[in-house]
């Protein structure tokens, strides 16, 4: 059991050197390259559920924790470990990587070697960009996702693939360049690239105003295009459309999380204070980005396109219910990223499933496959219905408790306006989805084509089923994940909302070499403050409150 | 409380759903099929009538039978439980919806007899009732809107029954997304109601830990918002009213959301009895009357609920006078009936509109299964001016459709009569409570009274041009069937078999008899028979009585006591006797005019506007989806993300990469240009620091 996130992040990798091995083997058959892949993260997933044994509710500590030292000399660990939130969309990543790896199993014909070599490095960078602890090491795998998904576009997409590829990567690496530039005057002021070792830090010392809000837009700025918040958004349909079902399903799955865990993680929970101001305009850009993005799927004429459309409009929930401070909301939020992950990958491979049988994504193309394609058409208007949020399926808890939490903000003044304009989303998801139902899958059917298409096989249904389950399963049962997610998501509610006993971050270990205050030495941090802690304010102006020991 | 069996009444149907899904589609075999979906809907009426009236059943005691099944939601303060509550609102609900839903389901057996998808067709029906009970019996408004969403998908499944139809599928996705609308609003009355109250629990259980204070019970002690346009925005009682029936428009149809229901009759009409007549439509006003003690300190949203439900009612009762087909009859007079339901819940009597909603339910099922079985018995014509003289072939179906007839149109002992005649007697005797003034409330009946006036004058022609009169089929069965078809020549028309006619008697009996729960105490000799008042007054806020009691509690302590609202004063039960005469009269009135216009020329050519339906489908199409489609294509998509944010992203790269192409001259190879920057360097650099002064090393 220990050293078990390292085991995660290294199987895959060690999947990957297994298929290049096998590549140089005499009596090699490209098929099988395929199988190493399947088995690798069928083996990986099976692995990451052993997290769940562990991490209980009412726990906010990081577990699983391993702490090396890594660059010695700056003083760089190798620090991995995963709590409430993480543990839920490491799960999320190995539960998605044999279904995408399935799901290439006839579609990909051309390099095999390569391609599931570099979806298993993919696998390995998202893992590490969930579980790291350290700056460094996070900047590290959230740079590492980018290559092996730009060679995914690139070279297995579509038809203008080459522009969505460089698009995705320029945009991206513009963002997490300026977070790098972030990471670096943080380690500038408190000597340490530890996530836990800073937040301490922070606490006897906190960051000036003026640095504090230079540094949540570098961070907030690089997550915001990963996201992507409006209107940052247009890297995001090309790559979707150009991407491979695989490469689609895993970005919009696993890959806009990173934007939004790392809000959650880094921007709220280092930086409140320039949060709290923030907010208002975070808020309106998601509202903006969930009305825009369900309008403009709306019109779409290529299927593919509408559902990449649509995840900015559900990704503008999430965004909206981690910047609403409440707890209702970033509980929604978190459950939002993983019922986006499962909804919107699904759709992907429903989109992938008459791709690879038509070979156009063309709406107008399409029609009446409900006839040829019973199967098919079920789970497809399941799924949909999922991502319309139809209570009972996942989509709904999400969503209803994001709004939720929205209207019972205080992080912006009359909330209730920003939530009214939030859930005309739920309005247009219907739209849009059941419009597009209507025109592939209802109707006469137009193209003599679609008349002899064959429904799904056992491969493809047994690839979506667990998809399926656990929609409903979340939409019915959503405590398993919510109470094991609660007490690591108030602890950073409760630093973003100043509340004086938020942000104690603690793992089982302990934490690495605190800074005392006098080696923190820096023009960004605060003097020291006699008297109070002016980060927070209500343990000053309360008396009551103060006498609390904490 | 707490009784496990309460859980069958919603599980019955939704094993039966699963097991027609499942099994049923490989069986193959109707009967199989038939007997699974009608015995799970069976079981479920079994145990809800036996739950209702067993000694301390839910319609006998005070306090509500329980099933607390799981928590569902749990996030800090809030809590939804999956948990069922019956009292004595939700267990009339129940019995009705089993009921008339088990009559629907075995008509149904017989109609959809030979379709393709016919398990498809009961898995979806059954499904159907699963929603509709946890509606119904859900004990907090989270998991009521879990059902209310859930008949909303199975009317869209059902209503796109015949997919492959193009207006079944707009039909399908219209409704959907209007309902959609509504539920905008339902959505954020549920949080408003929990930013208000705290809870979104409707009843206090002790027994599963709740909180004694609930999201209704909050509102005991609240205090009776003010009559202003202003409350309406002021986040109290008045704001999530308003909210609440914006749910409630969009799920039973009134203006301005009522434009699906008309289009949904293109599902299998079964369909169109049980959803969109009998149980789905009438959700709005239950959970009007659920939230009764919401409304009842919300006097202008109120105001709103009664102005929207007698303009409903009036509106769509025009338009149904000009309608040809037989189901869109039927449709725009449901819309206009569940106007009066509206109408009564705006002025304060919600036990009126439940008591509509039930004897509505007898008849409305009754006269779709009846125009279903016509429609069978035509052999899926639908369009009235193809039928007459039918009461020779079909004389069961004719009999019966009378008694819907009579019942609707308001004549004496049947049972629309006395529910109509309710809400008439209750909007003429409405208090200002909820209306500006006492003028109002005669306004609001006037209105009430011209629609009864025009239901009587339509439902007539519809008995007309259907029954009576020359035998049109004949003539023009011929040259109808543009598309091959499988008949050949005329095609003589039918009575449907027992499984259809069956049910068809039982609802014409209760269409007959059921007004008798309610005879009002002015009509009922000096007896008080009136069963469904003294059921439902437990449970129901008395609107305007509540805040006002609190209010004069001072003043009127001192003198007599409050009139109270079961006493009968004599001017009240003659004026009472005399509106009841009254009724009767336009009910008269209304078929004799009917019959006058109709029986010698039922083709009569109806005014085009109203044949038209206001062009409001036109309208919206034109002001509000087309405008939304091209900014959404042209502006947004177009301009603003390929046109805009792309353009920039690319002239910024493109800048970049000229910036790129000019530095590469400096870069050309030429020896004389790299000489000539030196030189340029060096001057530079030596004027600089000439200009500055130059360091001295030593210092």
């Known amino acids: 059991m220990s050293h078990l996130l390292t085991i995660l992040i290294l199987l895959p990798v060690a999947g990957a050197l297994a298929l290049v091995l096998y590549s140089f083997a005499g009596s090699r058959r490209e098929e099988h390259y395929r199988w190493i892949a399947l088995i690798t993260t069928l083996v990986t997933f099976a692995a990451s559920l052993l997290l769940l044994k562990s991490i209980g509710a009412n726990s906010a500590e990081f577990r699983f924790e391993d702490n090396v030292s890594w660059i010695g000399s700056i003083s760089a660990r190798y620090h991995v470990a995963v709590d409430g939130i993480s543990m839920w969309l490491v799960i999320l990543t190995t539960l998605l990587m044999p279904i995408s790896v399935l799901s290439s199993w006839t579609a990909i014909r051309k390099r095999q070697l390569s391609y599931y070599a570099f979806l298993l490095i993919l696998e390995a960078a998202l893992i590490g960009v969930f579980v790291s602890l350290d700056l460094l090491l996070f900047y590290l795998f959230f740079e590492a996702s980018l290559i092996p998904m730009f060679f995914l576009i690139g070279v297995w997409g579509g038809e203008r693939r080459i522009y969505a590829a460089v698009k995705f990567f320029i945009y991206t690496a513009v963002g997490s360049l300026l977070m790098l530039v972030g990471i670096i005057a943080l380690y500038f002021t408190y000597h340490s690239f530890d996530y836990a070792t800073i937040l301490e830090a922070m606490k006897a010392s906190p960051l000036t105003g003026r640095a504090e809000y230079w540094l949540f837009l570098a961070f907030t700025f690089a997550f915001c295009i990963k996201v992507p918040l409006f209107p940052l958004h247009t890297w995001l349909p090309d790559a979707h459309t150009e991407a491979p079902t695989a490469g689609s399903v895993i970005l919009a799955g696993v890959l806009l999380k990173m934007g939004t865990y790392g809000l959650l993680r880094f921007s709220l929970a280092l930086f409140p204070n320039a949060a709290r101001d923030w907010a208002w305009v975070i808020i309106i850009l998601a509202i903006i980005g969930i009305i825009y993005g369900a309008l403009v799927a709306m019109v779409q004429p290529d299927v593919k396109r509408l559902v990449a459309y649509s995840s900015v409009s559900h990704m503008g929930f999430v965004v909206l219910g981690l910047f609403s401070f409440t707890e209702l909301g970033m509980q929604g939020a978190l459950y939002q990223m993983l019922n986006h992950g499962v909804s919107t990958g699904a759709l992907f491979l429903f989109v992938g499933f008459i791709y690879e049988r038509r070979h156009t994504r063309m709406i107008s193309e399409f029609g009446g496959l409900a006839k040829p394609m019973p199967w098919f058409s079920t789970l497809f208007v399941i799924a949909s219905l999922s991502s319309i949020g139809l209570p009972f399926l996942n989509g709904f808890v999400g969503e209803f408790l994001i709004l939720l939490g929205t209207w019972t903000s205080r992080a912006v003044t009359h909330s209730w306006i920003a939530t009214m304009f939030a859930a005309t989303g739920v309005i247009w998801a219907a739209v849009y989805m059941l419009w597009m139902l209507q025109r592939v899958v209802f109707g006469q059917i137009t193209n003599d084509e679609n008349a002899r298409l064959l429904d799904l096989n056992k491969r493809e249904l047994g690839l979506i089923f667990p998809l399926l389950v656990l929609m409903l399963f979340m939409g019915v049962y959503p405590r398993v994940f919510l109470d094991r997610s609660k007490a690591s998501v108030a602890t950073i509610q409760r630093r973003v909302s100043s509340s004086p006993a938020g942000g104690s971050f603690t793992t089982s270990t302990g934490l690495g070499s605190v800074p005392t205050r006098g080696s923190v030495g820096s023009s960004l941090v605060q003097e020291p403050a006699v008297g109070h802690d002016p980060t927070l304010p209500r343990v000053g102006t309360d008396p009551a409150q103060a006498a609390i020991p904490e | ?699």
């Open chain 2, 1 to 699: 409380m707490e009784n496990n069996l309460l859980s069958l009444i919603i599980f019955a149907p939704l094993a039966g759903a699963a097991i027609n899904w499942f099994a049923g589609r490989r069986v193959r075999n109707e009967r199989f099929v038939g007997v699974v979906a009608c015995g799970a809907v069976a079981v479920s009426t079994l145990v809800a009538f036996y739950l209702a009236f067993k000694p301390d059943g839910a319609l006998r005691s005070e306090t509500p039978v329980f099933d607390h099944i799981w928590t569902w939601l749990q996030v800090g303060t809030f809590r939804a439980d999956f948990a069922l509550a019956m009292d004595r609102l939700s267990g009339t609900y129940a019995l009705f919806v089993t009921f008339v839903g088990f009559l629907i389901h075995v008509f149904a057996v017989g109609y959809m007899r030979g379709e393709q998808g016919f398990y498809r067709f009961f898995a979806f029906l059954n499904l159907f009732m699963f929603s509709m009970l946890t509606l119904v019996l859900a004990d907090n408004f989270v998991l009521m809107f879990v059902g209310w969403e859930g008949v909303g998908l199975c009317s869209y499944l059902l209503i796109g029954y015949y997919f492959d139809r193009r207006e079944a599928g707009d039909a399908a996705k219209k409704a959907f997304i209007t309902n959609r609308i509504g539920d905008w609003g339902f959505v954020l009355g549920i949080m408003l109601t929990f930013f208000v109250t705290g809870s979104v629990s409707f009843f206090a259980n002790p027994a599963a830990g709740e909180a004694t204070h609930t999201a209704l019970s909050f509102f005991k002690t609240y205090p009776v918002e003010p009559f202003t346009a202003g409350a309406i925005v002021a986040g109290g009682a008045t704001s999530i009213a308003v909210l609440l029936f914006i749910g409630a428009a969009g799920k039973s149809a009134q203006i301005p959301l009522y434009v699906w229901l008309p289009d949904a009759m293109a599902g299998p009409t079964p369909v169109s009895a049980l959803i969109h007549a009998a149980t789905m439509v009438t959700a709005g006003v239950y959970m009007i009357v659920r939230c009764s003690e919401i409304f009842g300190h919300a006097p202008a949203a109120m105001f709103i609920v009664a102005v929207i439900g007698a303009a409903t009612a009036i509106f769509a009762a025009t338009i149904g006078l000009a309608q040809n087909d037989i189901k869109k009859v039927l449709a725009y007079s449901t819309i206009s009936q569940l106007g009066y339901m509206f109408l009564a819940c705006g002025v304060g009597a919600f036990i009126a509109a439940i008591f509509h909603v039930i004897t509505h339910a007898f008849f409305k099922a009754l006269l779709f299964l009846g125009s279903g079985s016509v429609i069978n018995g035509m052999h899926h014509e639908q369009d009235m001016r193809r039928m007459g003289g039918l009461k020779k072939y079909m004389p069961i179906t004719f009999a019966t459709m009378v008694t819907g007839w009579l019942a609707i149109s308001g004549v004496p002992i049947f049972a629309g009569f006395f529910s109509k005649d309710e809400i008439l007697w209750r909007t003429w005797s409405a208090p200002a409570f909820s209306l500006p003034s006492t003028a109002f409330s005669k306004l609001l009946w006037g209105v009430a009274a011209i629609t009864a006036f025009l239901t009587a004058i339509y439902m007539t022609r519809m008995m007309v041009m259907t029954f009576w009169g020359e035998e049109r089929f004949r003539d023009t069965h011929a040259h109808k069937q543009q598309e091959p078809d499988e008949h050949h020549g005329p095609v003589e028309p039918h009575e449907s078999p027992w499984v259809m006619t069956v049910p068809l008697i039982v609802l014409a009996v209760l269409s007959t008899i059921g007004g008798f729960i309610g005879v009002p105490y002015a009509l009922s000799a000096g007896k008080d028979i009136n069963v469904i008042e003294h059921t439902l007054e437990p449970v129901v806020a008395k609107a305007g009585t509540t805040g006002s009691a609190a209010a004069e509690t001072h003043a009127t302590e001192s003198t007599a006591p409050a009139e109270t609202h079961t006493t009968h004063s004599s001017e009240e039960i003659s004026a009472e006797r005399a509106l009841a005469g009254v009724s009767v009269l336009i009910a008269l009135a209304g078929i004799g005019a009917g019959w006058y216009l109709f029986k010698r020329r039922p083709l009569l050519q109806m005014p085009r506007l109203l044949e038209n339906k206001y062009y409001v489908d036109e309208i919206y199409d034109a002001t509000l989806i087309h405008p939304i489609e091209s900014v959404s294509r042209e502006g947004f998509w177009k301009i603003l993300d390929v046109g805009v944010i792309d353009g920039l992203l690319h002239s910024i790269g493109e800048s970049v990469t000229e910036a790129g192409r000019l530095a590469r001259y400096l870069q050309a190879g030429f020896v004389r240009g790299y000489a000539a920057i030196i030189l340029l360097g060096a001057l530079i650099l030596i004027g600089l620091f000439a200009y500055l002064g130059f360091p001295n090393p030593t210092q």
